[in-house]
């Protein structure tokens, strides 16, 4: 892996060269909420920040997207897709646990046998620029879950913040692309290697409280009728903004706004936790209370998707800890499951 | 018109004909044709298959094929009108343009069916794809890589059949073995009254080689499937259609899932050696 070292004042000149060739995506203070935004000025970018309000997904997979525009007129039907972007974009400062949850959306959107092109073109245009956690949060979790806290799964090139420095490391062929125009950076020496290992085990040692989640798969296989999911559920309101703000969950809706004659058809980001998301037509409803929904998230994340792609679809971001307007804990159900399965064995 | 390349761009497709099934209006068959050669010859189905259907300002919304692949040029559904695509398709008529995507999910497993006795058992308006696999079978060219197809057949009233012409003419030329019944009779009905799983234990054999392909209310699904089990069905050579809410009926959108299992991408024909591996929700 080629790594350069780019002083800390050197950073507003590496972005406004990206800004050069590329729209640039990046986090910015936008009145109290931190989110990926389109930048124009390395001024509006905010590094050290904790992680972002939304997850930086919807680059990818936005939360409202034109599928295609009908008209329906004399008895012609016309239908356009929308053009892809044409400027290639770069996204800039995404955390580890986001960077990974991009290989998970892959997984979802960009199959052997079913792919969106749409979502694939986003994402083949875009590189992602990743940045090392060094001061993880209370409610972080990646170290449990398969990630860390200076992984580069996901990212394209990866910053780490050294104190003075930043080490810049090319993880993929497309990150050494982009890194090629970069100038102004000094090749990284035996101490930046020593910096990156202390700078890895103090960010691993702040993690607190570690879940285990080996062999939560098979454990959630066995627990279907546990009576465990008829409480689970209960202080649940069903906002959904622990799925809204998830960077792996992928659930969308397919809705048409218009008339007969114009209008669009809208692919919308959708939640498990909706009574009307399996809703049928007849009014049966395979998930019709809140204990099925809640199983059906738990499930679909540590068993199934661990089932179908190997690993559990959660990269611990925390996002759903914090936000959750009752408290429902993510970590603290997981080690319940753990628990009980000790219990009964 | 540009060609349409992504994965939920619909193609489109002419009514050429609307025939009401019902007494209650409530159920109707759409014949469907492609405006375009390119994109008939591009949808290639089999029985058990399923589309979306697009009712451009309402959306789009899942429905079995009820025609046979061996009837080139014209795709069929028999659709009940129950929510807001469906009442707005039940105005549409002759000439009018709807969008279709696929051929969706999986068919029945026509492979492994071949060389047996089928044994088909519908109920209610499921018997759509149903329909369809018994068209597929009969078609002379395929005829002989079945063994016996025995059809039960029923509806709550006699007003309630679909495809009355067509049960006629199956009557008529005695292959299939036709069982039709009705939950009540009314009228001038001369045939049988009972429930379907009855009738299945009067007039099916033991399963020897055969196959059982279920599709119905779920009452009727769970007594048949006692009455396949006494009669020695292995759960592998009975096969069911499962139905349920899709968006998107390629394994992305997330609502159609029975544990790690998408029916619109592994089903909706499962068998139920296959479906006693998922979890119990559908």
Redesign the interface.
Known sequence: MRAVLLAKDQMSVLLEALLQDHEVFAPVNDDGVIAFRQVNSSQQVLLDYHNSTLPPKGLFFPQTEALFVYSLERGQLALEEPQPASRAQVLFGVRPCDARSFTFLDGVFAGANQCDGCYLARRENCTVVGLSCTMPKATCFCTSVGGGPLSATGSDVLVTDLGTDYLVEVVTDKGALLMESVGGCRKADEDSVRRRREAQASAEAAFRGAIRTEGMERRLQEMWDDPFWDRLHEKCIGCGVCTYLCPTCHCFDIVDEGSEQRGRRLKLWDSCMFPLFTQHASGHNPRPTGKERWRQRLMHKFRYWAESHGEAGCVGCGRCVVNCPVNLDIRQVLNEIESLSKRVQ | ??I???????V?MRIEKVTVETEDRSIKTFDLSF?HKEDERAFRYLPGQFAQL?V??????PFGIASSPTRAGLLQFTISR??LL?SALHQMEH?D?V?IRGPLGSSFPLQEMEGRDLLVIGGGFAFTTLRSLINYVLERDNRSRFGKLTVVYGARTPGMLLYKGELEQWRQRDDPKLHVTVDAANGDWKGRVGVVPDVVGDVAAAADDAYAVVCGPPAMTRYTLLVLERLHFPPERVVLSL???M??G???????????SYVC?EGPAFTLAELRRL????
């Not at chain 2, 979890?279 to 559908?282: A, D, G, R």
């Open positions: 018109m540009m349409a390349k992504g994965p939920y761009v619909p489109p405006i697009s451009f300002g309402k959306g789009e919304a129950a929510g469906t000439g343009l969008g139905e349920m809410k968006k998107c390629i394994g992305m959108c997330g609502r159609c899932n029975i544990g790690s991408r979890p119990p929700e559908y």
